[in-house]
Each structure stands twice: as C-alpha cells, then as structure tokens.
C-alpha cells in the first residue's frame, strides 16, 4: 500500500494476507487484504477496536497463526522461518513471567533455550538489565517487583537474543496511565538507541501517535487495514509533544480513520 | 494461643464423647462380669438383659459405670486404654520385639514408602505420557479411573495370588498394592499440573522456538511443582492405606494390618485400635512430612507463599 521509495531495507511485506478462522460457529474472517510494508527501523503501531485483527497480524508476522491466503515475508523469509531464526522477540499483555525465576534467570530463559554460553548469557542479561532500567533488581522475584517492572523485565528477556524485530501486543495494556507514559517514554529511548523494527499493538491512540513512525488504523468484521499513517513528528518526542498542533492532527487523523471503520453501526 | 485452645477445645470434646460412648457399649459385658463376681445387678440373668436397651441398663446400675472404662475386653475400649496400650508397645517394648508396635509400624511403612515411591514414579510417568500424546490421554485415563473404582479390598488377594505364584512375596506384594492406589491422584494433578502453563507461556517458549524437551523441563514441569506435592500429600495417605490392605488377606505375622487381624480374631479391641492409632500417626507424619518438603521446595522456588 504505502511505497518504499526509501533505500532502507524492507523487514515485513504483506500482500493480499487473508486469515480465516474455523470456529464451532462457522468463519470468521480475521484478516482480509492486508497489505503492509515494515521498513527496517520502523516503529508501527497497530490501532483498532477490538476483532479488527491488529493482535492476528502481529501473530502471523510470529507465525503463531498462519494465513490462508496472501503472502507475508519476514527479512525476506516466510514468517516460520524467521521464527526459527529467532528474528523477533515477542512481548504479551502480561509480562509472563516465571514465578519460580528470578528477573535475571527470566531473561536467561530464552537464551538458554537458543545455546547462549554461560559466561555470554551472564553479560547479555547485565545488558539489557541496564537497557530497561532495572540493575539490582536480577535476584528479585517476580511478585517482589511493580506491574510496570515486570513488564520492563519481559521487554528485557525479548531483548536478549539480539532479535532486530520487537513485536509488542498491548505491552502496556494492563497498566495504569502514569506508569504508561513513562514506559512510552522508556521504549522510544531504548528504540532510539537501538535502531530495532518495533510493531506495536494499542488500543490507544495517545500512545499509537507518540510512540510511532507509521500509524495503522484497523477496522474489524473483516479485520482489514482502513489507514495508514506516516508520522510527521520528529523523532525526538519528549512527553509534552502530544499538546503540539501537529500531534493533534495526526490523532485527530487516526481518530477519523476509526470512526470511517464504524460507520456501519 | 488462641487457636491452641480451640485445638485443645476440640480435642477435649471427642475424648468426653468417646468416653460417654463407652458406657453404653460396654454396660453388658461389666453387668455380666459383676453379676458373676456376685454384685446384685438390676434385672438379674444375663437372660433378663439381653433384649433391655444399653441406656436402661446404665440408668439402673449407675455403680457400673466406671468399669466400662477398665474392662479388659470392651467393646470400645476408653482413650486412656488405647494410650496406654500405645506407650506399652512402643516406648516400654524393644524394637526388636515381635509386641513392639514400631516394629510393625516399620513393617508397613517400608512397603508404603516402596509402594509410594513406585506409584508415584508410575503416576508422573504416565501423567508425561498422556500430556504430551493425544493417544496415550484418550486411552490412559479412563482406565486409571476404571482402577480406582474397583474395591481394592477384592482386588489385594487377587494381587498378592497371582504375584505369588510367579514367585514374587515379601514387602513388594504389599507395595504393588500400595503403587496401585497412590499413582491415581499423582496422574490426575500432575496431568493437571503439567497443564497448567497458559496459552501465553507457550506461544512465548513457541517465539524462541523451543523443543518439546526445553518446553518441559523449563515450564511444564516446575509449574507443576504445586499441583505434584497437593498430590503427593493424598498419595502418600491412599499408599498406606494399600500396604495394611495388602497385610490382611495373607494372613501377614508382621505390620499393621497383621495386628488389626490378630486383634479381632482375639478380641483384642485394645489392640486393634492402638494399632489403628499408629497408622493414623504414621500417616499424618508423613504427610506433615511432605508438607515440609513441599514449603523449603516451593520456597527455594520462589513460590512460596
């Protein structure tokens, strides 16, 4: 849909994806023509209201789900393979935690799984404690740390493998507002220096419009893509960009393109 | 302290019931003894007696009812008996000897702990099986449930039959026994256990791509770290259960179900119920035990609660 005139690499593409679930109650179509281009160094928020398939598109590009029509590609390779090649970490609702691991072996985990060294798991985890802020915190358990803690330590352990895509479904959902904005302000410094491909899923359009480089707008029943939204804000954001006039146009942008999603109802 | 009174409260409430309960189920053997030891008791003739009601007959001969208490062969013998009983045969006996209820005690708790470790082991590995294997959960469970509806009282001799005709006796007939009943809770909470990670947690192991084997070692099994020692605790119970079963039918000299035999083919209520006594003991040990075991794993876990 939206060209590449750019020379930047092109990290996803999705053509004509189509996703049909069969459920007890018949079909439901969860993706119908999507068509996107990711770049690589992108931050892509997906919006929408429920049922308009931003979760589903985020977890076919996991290949957690698979399409039933249409292509997708992942750096160039089916999103299975991608996967195998641990190309992206994947950050959920809720932070997912183990509670019988402490925050450091929490983010050991995946590297364990993918064969890291003992002595590079230790330096990776120093690491990216230190990216999201939480040194000293490696022997806590879970349950001893905040929500907005948790969750930093589950972008942590999706950091660690050195994945270049990060795709985040609602991280900061569960959150509440104040602690919200300030991982916002976290994630675009942690994306800002380390220059990953990052899909964002939100129902929220603040956070859609803060946070990204690429807005798409999604309207469901069939999930399919109503807009897409290239962000004239600069890439430094400092909190109180959102009372500017030019992010107010984007919102109000995003805004109508949800509201052109529901006209029928 | 306040749950210590109402511990002691309760406590002190069975043991006025159980005392008051003597009376009445013994009046009839203390009237018929007093009677021959020429007491004039209320109505004469054990004849007279015999169709008059346990309440009547303690409502006549008032005098009586302290030697319910002390009856050598009651029927419900009194608390004080059975403790009494209980610290003759294993503080005042040797181990060593054939009276000493710790030796019996050990006797069956050698084949619970056998039966225990190899039901328990049976239990896990089934529980992976049915897990992991669409075939082995269609076609294990039922059957682990058709076992534990058979009565295991009509299934023991039959056990301890066949094993010993291919020449297998000893404490594993006992714990065969013990096995079949303990592995049952430890399928169903370790299926349940093994389970228990959510959709989340596998699709993120899904996103590391990790194998089966990764996915089992690093999350279903210690999620199921809770659900196996809740199991556990029910298991060691029903393993006890099995190996004095296991005594009765082979007519056993040894263990805890030999003495609950021998005590009612004798009469000896007093030591069929401090027998009964130590296998209660024994089994709250060891599920106070694994109660220990399961708060210092948990804990080092950090599941603690």
Aim: hydrophobic share 45%; glycine share 8%.
């Amino acid at each position: 849909m939206m060209a590449n005139e750019s020379d930047t690499p092109v990290v996803v593409e999705a053509k004509s994806l189509d996703l049909t679930f069969q459920t007890n109650d018949g079909q439901v179509q969860a993706l119908k023509d999507v068509n996107l281009t990711i770049n690589k160094g992108d931050f892509v928020s997906f919006i929408g209201p429920s049922g308009c398939g931003k979760t589903t598109f985020l977890r076919v590009l996991a290949a957690l789900e698979h399409p039933t029509g249409g292509t997708v590609t992942v750096n160039g390779m089916s999103p299975d393979e991608a996967r195998m090649k641990r190309a992206y970490g994947y950050v959920f609702q809720a932070a997912g935690l183990y509670p019988w691991r402490t925050i450091a072996k929490n983010i050991r985990l995946p590297l364990e799984i993918m064969g890291f060294s003992r002595s590079e798991q230790e330096k990776r985890v120093k690491d990216v404690l230190q990216l999201v802020d939480l040194e000293g915190f490696g022997d806590k358990h879970p349950w001893q740390l905040s929500g907005g803690m948790q969750q930093r330590a589950s972008i942590a352990r999706a950091l660690a493998f050195d994945a270049d895509i990060l795709l985040m479904d609602e991280p900061f959902g569960a959150l509440d507002e104040i602690v919200r904005d300030h991982l916002n302000e976290q994630l675009l410094e942690l994306w800002a220096r380390t220059g990953k491909t990052i899909a964002f899923v939100t129902h929220s359009i603040p956070e859609a419009v803060y946070l990204s480089t690429k807005i798409v707008v999604m309207s469901p029943r069939p999930g399919r893509i109503s807009d897409v939204i290239e962000s004239p804000l600069p890439k430094e954001r400092p909190l109180d960009i959102r009372d500017s006039p030019e992010f107010l146009e984007v919102a109000h942008r995003v805004r109508e393109g949800l509201r052109a999603g529901h006209a029928y109802d | 302290m306040k749950s210590l009174i109402a511990v002691l409260t309760v406590i002190g409430v069975l043991v006025v019931i159980w005392y008051a309960a003597c009376v009445p189920m013994n009046i009839k053997g203390v009237l018929t003894e007093a009677e021959r030891a020429g007491a004039v008791v209320e109505p004469e003739g054990a004849r007279e007696r015999r169709n008059l009601g346990a309440f009547g007959l303690v409502a006549g001969n008032g005098f009586a009812i302290p030697a319910t208490w002390a009856q050598a062969r009651p029927r419900l013998p009194a608390p004080h008996q059975v403790a009494i009983e209980l610290w003759q045969t294993t503080v005042m006996k040797k181990i060593t000897s054939k009276r000493s209820l710790v030796h019996h005690a050990w006797v069956t708790l050698s084949a619970t702990l056998l039966g225990f470790g190899i039901g328990t082991g049976l239990g896990i590995l089934l529980a992976v099986g049915v897990v992991h294997s669409r075939v082995m959960d269609m076609s294990v469970m039922p059957w682990a449930i058709v076992s534990q509806t058979i009565p295991i009282i009509a299934l023991a001799p039959m056990i301890i039959v066949v094993l010993y005709s291919i020449g297998v006796q000893g404490v594993l007939p006992k714990a065969v026994i013990s096995a079949y009943l303990s592995f049952f809770p430890v399928v169903v909470g370790m299926v349940k256990g093994l389970r228990s990670p959510d959709m989340m947690q596998l699709d993120l192991l899904a996103t590391y791509h990790a194998s089966k084997p990764q996915g089992f070692w690093k999350l279903r099994l210690p999620a199921s770290m809770p659900y196996l020692f809740t199991s556990l605790k029910i298991g060691v119970a029903a393993s006890l259960v099995g190996a004095i079963v296991g005594e009765l039918p082979t007519g056993a000299v040894a263990g805890l179900g030999a003495r609950l035999l021998a005590g009612s083919y004798y009469g000896q209520t007093v030591q069929i119920w401090s027998a009964l006594f130590m296998a209660a003991i024994l089994a709250a040990c060891l599920v106070g035990l694994l109660g220990v075991i399961e708060r210092v794993t948990l804990k080092r876990m950090g599941m603690g609660s």
